[in-house]
T-cell receptor
Framework: DADVTQTPRNRITKTGKRIMLECSQT?????MYWYRQDPGLGLRLIYY???????NKGEISDGYSVSRQAQAKFSLSLESAIPNQTALYFC??????FGGGFGTDTQYFGPGTRLTVL | DAKTTQPTSMDCAEGRAANLPCNHS???????VYWYRQIHSQGPQYIIH???NNETNEMASLIITEDRKSSTLILPHATLRDTAVYYC??????????????FGKGTKLSVKP
C-alpha cells in the first residue's frame, strides 16, 4: 500500500462549490504539505503543518484553507472554487529526523489530485 | 534558497548512463542539494541529496564539485522508465520553520530505445 494517499484522484466541479481534498499517510511523519502544480510549471506551496497544532501559510494560500485532523491526515479545502484553481494538487510528508543527518528534511509525495473547476 | 540552473531537456540511450548537470553558483555552506524527479503527472519522487560529499544510493549517484557550485546526478543504466522531469533543488539546512521545496522547471530527460 502507498505511504501517502490522496482522495479523490480526479474531481470536476463548478465555480462556487466547496471542495475538500484529503491526504493520509502511514509514514508516521509529523510534517505535511499541500502543493499545487500548473501545466509547465513547478510546484508551489499552499500550506504546511509541522504537527497537529501547527498550520502555516505557503506562498499561495489565498482561496484555500486546511485542517490537520491527526498526525496522519491533512485536508485542503477550497471554500468557493474558481476556474484558476484548476490544477494538480499534491500532498507531501516529511520528518526531519528521517533520511539521514540532522538538517535534512526529505519530502515524500502522494500521487496527486487532478482538480478541474468549470 | 539558492537558485539552480538546469538544461531544459536531454536525451539518453537506454542502458547508458544519464548525467544530469545542475549549476548552483550562489549556494551557501549550509544548503543541501536535493534531486527529485516527476514522471508524467505523478507525484515527485525523492532521488538523493548531499551537502558536500558525493553520495550514492540504489537509484543514483550525486557528484558535487569541490567548490559546491555545481553538481551532477548520474543514473548509471538508464531505462525507459527513467523518462521524467528531474529537479535539482538547493535548500537550507533545516532551521526553525523552513517548510517548502522550491521547484524550478527541471530537466526533461528522455530515454530512448
Amino acid at each position: 500500500d502507498a505511504d501517502v494517499t490522496q482522495t479523490p484522484r480526479n474531481r470536476i466541479t463548478k465555480t462556487g462549490k466547496r471542495i475538500m481534498l484529503e491526504c493520509s499517510q502511514t509514514k508516521g511523519h509529523d510534517r505535511m504539505y499541500w502543493y499545487r502544480q500548473d501545466p509547465g510549471l513547478g510546484l508551489r506551496l499552499i500550506y504546511y503543518s509541522f504537527d497537529v497544532k501547527d498550520i502555516n501559510k505557503g506562498e499561495i494560500s489565498d482561496g484555500y484553507s486546511v485542517s490537520r485532523q491527526a498526525q496522519a491526515k491533512f485536508s485542503l479545502s477550497l471554500e468557493s472554487a474558481i476556474p484558476n484553481q484548476t490544477a494538480l494538487y499534491f500532498c507531501a510528508t516529511s520528518d526531519p529526523s528521517f533520511g539521514g543527518g540532522f538538517g535534512t528534511d526529505t519530502q515524500y509525495f502522494g500521487p496527486g489530485t487532478r482538480l478541474t473547476v468549470l | 534558497d539558492a537558485k539552480t540552473t538546469q538544461p531544459t531537456s536531454m536525451d539518453c540511450a537506454e542502458g547508458r548512463a544519464a548525467n544530469l548537470p545542475c549549476n548552483h553558483s550562489t549556494i551557501s555552506g549550509n544548503e543541501y542539494v536535493y534531486w527529485y524527479r516527476q514522471i508524467h503527472s505523478q507525484g515527485p519522487q525523492y532521488i538523493i541529496h548531499g551537502l558536500k560529499n558525493n553520495e550514492t544510493n540504489e537509484m543514483a549517484s550525486l557528484i558535487i564539485t569541490e567548490d559546491r557550485k555545481s553538481s551532477t546526478l548520474i543514473l548509471p543504466h538508464a531505462t525507459l522508465r527513467d523518462t521524467a522531469v528531474y529537479y535539482c533543488i538547493v535548500r537550507l539546512r533545516l532551521q526553525g520553520s523552513q517548510g517548502n521545496l522550491i521547484f524550478g522547471k527541471g530537466t526533461k530527460l528522455s530515454v530512448k530505445p
